[in-house]
Protein backbone atom coordinates (compact mmCIF):
# COMPACT_ATOMS: atom_id res chain seq x y z
CA UNK A 1 0.00 0.00 0.00
CA UNK A 2 2.99 2.41 0.62
CA UNK A 3 4.30 1.94 -2.62
CA UNK A 4 0.99 1.76 -4.34
CA UNK A 5 0.26 5.54 -2.54
CA UNK A 6 3.89 6.77 -3.94
CA UNK A 7 3.28 5.79 -7.40
CA UNK A 8 0.01 7.11 -7.27
CA UNK A 9 1.16 10.51 -6.58
CA UNK A 10 3.87 10.23 -9.34
CA UNK A 11 0.87 8.34 -12.19
CA UNK A 12 -2.45 9.08 -11.07
CA UNK A 13 -3.80 7.83 -14.08
CA UNK A 14 -2.40 4.09 -13.54
CA UNK A 15 -5.80 2.13 -12.76
CA UNK A 16 -5.02 -1.58 -11.28
CA UNK A 17 -3.73 -3.31 -14.06
CA UNK A 18 -0.92 -0.74 -14.64
CA UNK A 19 -0.24 -0.43 -10.87
CA UNK A 20 0.24 -4.23 -10.96
CA UNK A 21 2.30 -4.31 -13.31
CA UNK A 22 4.31 -1.53 -12.04
CA UNK A 23 4.60 -3.60 -9.00
CA UNK A 24 5.58 -6.47 -10.18
CA UNK A 25 8.13 -5.11 -12.35
CA UNK A 26 9.44 -4.05 -9.18
CA UNK A 27 9.93 -7.88 -7.55
CA UNK A 28 5.92 -7.53 -6.11
CA UNK A 29 4.25 -10.90 -6.32
CA UNK A 30 0.40 -9.17 -6.71
CA UNK A 31 -2.17 -9.86 -9.04
CA UNK A 32 -4.46 -6.82 -10.35
CA UNK A 33 -7.25 -8.08 -8.26
CA UNK A 34 -5.72 -7.56 -5.24
CA UNK A 35 -4.50 -4.31 -6.09
CA UNK A 36 -7.79 -3.23 -7.06
CA UNK A 37 -8.90 -3.87 -3.12
CA UNK A 38 -6.14 -2.46 -1.50
CA UNK A 39 -6.91 0.98 -4.04
CA UNK A 40 -10.47 0.56 -3.19
CA UNK A 41 -9.32 0.23 0.54
CA UNK A 42 -7.27 3.63 0.16
CA UNK A 43 -9.54 5.34 -1.84
CA UNK A 44 -7.56 5.83 -4.81
CA UNK A 45 -9.18 5.64 -8.55
CA UNK A 46 -7.30 6.49 -11.32
CA UNK A 47 -7.81 10.24 -12.52
CA UNK A 48 -8.25 10.29 -16.22
CA UNK A 49 -11.18 11.73 -18.71
CA UNK A 50 -14.02 9.29 -18.67
CA UNK A 51 -17.51 9.67 -17.97
CA UNK A 52 -17.28 8.97 -14.20
CA UNK A 53 -14.30 9.51 -11.79
CA UNK A 54 -16.25 9.00 -8.60
CA UNK A 55 -19.33 7.24 -7.34
CA UNK A 56 -21.22 8.94 -5.64
CA UNK A 57 -24.08 7.56 -3.54
CA UNK A 58 -27.04 7.94 -5.43
CA UNK A 59 -29.60 8.94 -2.62
CA UNK A 60 -27.19 11.91 -2.08
CA UNK A 61 -27.59 15.26 -3.65
CA UNK A 62 -24.63 16.69 -6.16
CA UNK A 63 -24.12 20.44 -6.59
CA UNK A 64 -22.69 21.86 -9.78
CA UNK A 65 -18.83 22.85 -10.04
CA UNK A 66 -18.97 27.00 -9.50
CA UNK A 67 -15.50 27.61 -10.22
CA UNK A 68 -14.99 27.18 -13.84
CA UNK A 69 -13.73 30.84 -15.39
CA UNK A 70 -14.03 32.58 -11.65
CA UNK A 71 -11.13 34.76 -10.35
CA UNK A 72 -10.39 34.34 -7.06
CA UNK A 73 -8.93 37.37 -5.67
CA UNK A 74 -9.45 37.19 -1.88
CA UNK A 75 -9.09 34.26 1.74
CA UNK A 76 -12.60 33.09 2.49
CA UNK A 77 -13.60 33.34 -1.23
CA UNK A 78 -13.08 29.13 -1.89
CA UNK A 79 -12.47 26.45 0.59
CA UNK A 80 -11.88 22.65 -0.82
CA UNK A 81 -11.82 19.90 0.97
CA UNK A 82 -10.18 16.29 -0.04
CA UNK A 83 -9.29 12.85 1.95
CA UNK A 84 -5.96 10.81 1.96
CA UNK A 85 -4.44 8.04 2.74
CA UNK A 86 -1.34 8.17 5.40
CA UNK A 87 0.56 4.75 6.16
CA UNK A 88 1.95 3.78 9.20
CA UNK A 89 4.35 0.77 10.40
CA UNK A 90 1.36 -1.27 11.02
CA UNK A 91 -1.97 0.03 8.90
CA UNK A 92 -3.05 3.25 8.08
CA UNK A 93 -4.78 6.50 8.76
CA UNK A 94 -7.07 8.70 6.78
CA UNK A 95 -5.92 12.43 6.19
CA UNK A 96 -9.10 15.15 5.51
CA UNK A 97 -7.78 18.91 5.39
CA UNK A 98 -9.98 21.87 4.48
CA UNK A 99 -8.14 24.36 2.61
CA UNK A 100 -8.36 27.97 1.27
CA UNK A 101 -7.70 28.23 -2.33
CA UNK A 102 -6.92 31.94 -2.62
CA UNK A 103 -3.34 31.72 0.57
CA UNK A 104 -3.18 28.11 0.38
CA UNK A 105 -3.86 28.15 4.12
CA UNK A 106 -4.76 24.69 5.78
CA UNK A 107 -7.63 25.74 8.05
CA UNK A 108 -8.14 22.85 9.62
CA UNK A 109 -7.37 18.89 9.25
CA UNK A 110 -8.21 15.22 11.24
CA UNK A 111 -7.20 11.82 11.03
CA UNK A 112 -9.53 8.95 11.17
CA UNK A 113 -9.05 5.04 10.86
CA UNK A 114 -12.13 4.81 8.87
CA UNK A 115 -13.80 6.91 5.90
CA UNK A 116 -17.24 7.78 7.49
CA UNK A 117 -18.48 11.44 8.01
CA UNK A 118 -17.97 12.25 11.30
CA UNK A 119 -14.24 13.40 11.15
CA UNK A 120 -14.66 15.34 7.86
CA UNK A 121 -17.47 17.16 9.81
CA UNK A 122 -15.17 17.89 12.49
CA UNK A 123 -12.57 19.70 10.28
CA UNK A 124 -15.08 21.91 8.70
CA UNK A 125 -16.65 23.06 11.77
CA UNK A 126 -13.28 24.01 12.89
CA UNK A 127 -13.04 25.74 9.73
CA UNK A 128 -16.03 27.55 9.97
CA UNK A 129 -14.83 29.19 12.68
CA UNK A 130 -12.63 31.15 11.37
CA UNK A 131 -14.49 33.63 9.03
CA UNK A 132 -17.15 33.46 6.88
CA UNK A 133 -17.03 31.69 3.47
CA UNK A 134 -18.80 32.13 0.36
CA UNK A 135 -17.98 28.81 -1.96
CA UNK A 136 -16.83 25.25 -0.93
CA UNK A 137 -15.14 23.10 -3.32
CA UNK A 138 -15.04 19.38 -3.10
CA UNK A 139 -15.33 15.61 -5.18
CA UNK A 140 -18.49 13.87 -5.01
CA UNK A 141 -17.15 11.64 -2.48
CA UNK A 142 -19.91 10.46 0.11
CA UNK A 143 -19.01 12.43 3.12
CA UNK A 144 -18.95 15.77 1.16
CA UNK A 145 -22.38 14.73 -0.57
CA UNK A 146 -23.85 13.61 2.72
CA UNK A 147 -27.23 15.32 4.44
CA UNK A 148 -24.55 16.00 7.49
CA UNK A 149 -21.83 18.05 5.81
CA UNK A 150 -23.89 19.83 3.08
CA UNK A 151 -26.56 20.43 5.62
CA UNK A 152 -23.54 22.28 7.61
CA UNK A 153 -22.71 24.30 4.83
CA UNK A 154 -26.36 25.31 3.99
CA UNK A 155 -26.60 26.33 7.47
CA UNK A 156 -23.79 28.81 7.30
CA UNK A 157 -25.03 29.84 3.99
CA UNK A 158 -22.26 29.07 1.73
CA UNK A 159 -22.34 27.81 -1.79
CA UNK A 160 -21.91 24.31 -2.60
CA UNK A 161 -19.49 23.22 -5.72
CA UNK A 162 -18.28 19.57 -6.88
CA UNK A 163 -15.89 18.32 -8.96
CA UNK A 164 -17.73 17.77 -12.19
CA UNK A 165 -17.80 14.02 -13.88
CA UNK A 166 -14.71 13.33 -15.76
CA UNK A 167 -12.54 16.32 -14.44
CA UNK A 168 -9.18 15.50 -13.38
CA UNK A 169 -8.08 18.33 -11.96
CA UNK A 170 -11.11 20.36 -10.29
CA UNK A 171 -9.53 19.99 -6.94
CA UNK A 172 -5.93 20.76 -8.40
CA UNK A 173 -4.75 22.91 -5.12
CA UNK A 174 -5.61 20.43 -2.63
CA UNK A 175 -4.30 17.54 -4.68
CA UNK A 176 -0.87 19.58 -4.27
CA UNK A 177 -1.03 20.35 -1.01
CA UNK A 178 -1.22 15.86 -0.77
CA UNK A 179 1.86 15.66 -3.04
CA UNK A 180 3.80 18.52 -0.93
CA UNK A 181 2.91 16.87 3.01
CA UNK A 182 4.00 13.03 1.87
CA UNK A 183 7.44 13.85 -0.08
CA UNK A 184 8.11 16.24 2.89
CA UNK A 185 6.75 14.79 5.75
CA UNK A 186 5.41 11.84 5.23
CA UNK A 187 7.37 9.86 2.87
CA UNK A 188 10.52 10.82 5.49
CA UNK A 189 9.33 9.24 8.84
CA UNK A 190 8.08 5.95 9.32
CA UNK A 191 4.80 6.52 11.69
CA UNK A 192 4.15 3.92 14.28
CA UNK A 193 1.03 4.75 15.52
CA UNK A 194 -1.85 6.97 15.09
CA UNK A 195 -0.66 8.93 18.09
CA UNK A 196 2.62 10.27 16.27
CA UNK A 197 1.07 10.70 12.82
CA UNK A 198 -1.31 12.95 14.76
CA UNK A 199 1.90 14.72 16.67
CA UNK A 200 3.75 14.69 13.43
CA UNK A 201 1.32 15.83 11.10
CA UNK A 202 0.03 18.57 13.82
CA UNK A 203 3.81 20.09 13.82
CA UNK A 204 3.88 19.98 9.76
CA UNK A 205 1.13 21.91 8.84
CA UNK A 206 2.10 24.68 11.53
CA UNK A 207 5.35 25.10 9.87
CA UNK A 208 3.54 24.48 6.79
CA UNK A 209 0.86 27.15 7.38
CA UNK A 210 3.39 29.69 8.96
CA UNK A 211 7.38 29.14 8.10
CA UNK A 212 7.09 27.31 4.56
CA UNK A 213 7.17 30.00 1.90
CA UNK A 214 5.12 29.44 -1.02
CA UNK A 215 6.44 30.21 -4.70
CA UNK A 216 3.21 30.94 -6.34
CA UNK A 217 2.32 33.14 -3.30
CA UNK A 218 5.71 35.33 -3.87
CA UNK A 219 7.34 33.23 -1.73
CA UNK A 220 4.94 34.44 1.24
CA UNK A 221 3.71 32.00 3.60
CA UNK A 222 -0.26 30.81 3.80
CA UNK A 223 -0.56 32.24 7.03
CA UNK A 224 1.08 35.74 5.83
CA UNK A 225 -1.25 35.80 2.54
CA UNK A 226 -4.26 34.56 4.01
CA UNK A 227 -3.78 37.01 7.37
CA UNK A 228 -3.05 39.89 5.17
CA UNK A 229 -5.37 39.78 2.19
CA UNK A 230 -8.10 39.33 4.46
CA UNK A 231 -7.43 43.19 6.04
CA UNK A 232 -5.41 44.52 3.24
CA UNK A 233 -5.65 44.26 -0.79
CA UNK A 234 -3.02 42.08 -2.06
CA UNK A 235 -2.27 41.70 -5.38
CA UNK A 236 -2.21 37.98 -6.16
CA UNK A 237 -4.83 36.75 -7.58
CA UNK A 238 -6.13 33.18 -9.27
CA UNK A 239 -7.80 32.50 -12.82
CA UNK A 240 -9.69 29.08 -12.76
CA UNK A 241 -9.89 27.90 -15.95
CA UNK A 242 -11.24 24.73 -15.84
Request: glycine letters at 6%; hydrophobic letters at 40%.
Amino acid sequence: MKLIDRQYLATPFYGARKMAAWLQSRGQRVNRKRVQRLMRLMGLRAVYRRPRTTIPVPAHRRFPYLLKGLSISAPNQVWATDITFIPLARGFLYLVAVMDWYSRYVLAWRLSNTMDTGFCLDALAEALDTGRLEIFNSDQGSQFTSDEFTGMLERHGISISMDGRGSYNDNLFIERLWRTVKYEEVYLKAYQDGREAKTALADYFRFYNNERPHQTLGYRTPDAVYNSSRMDNVPVSLIVSK
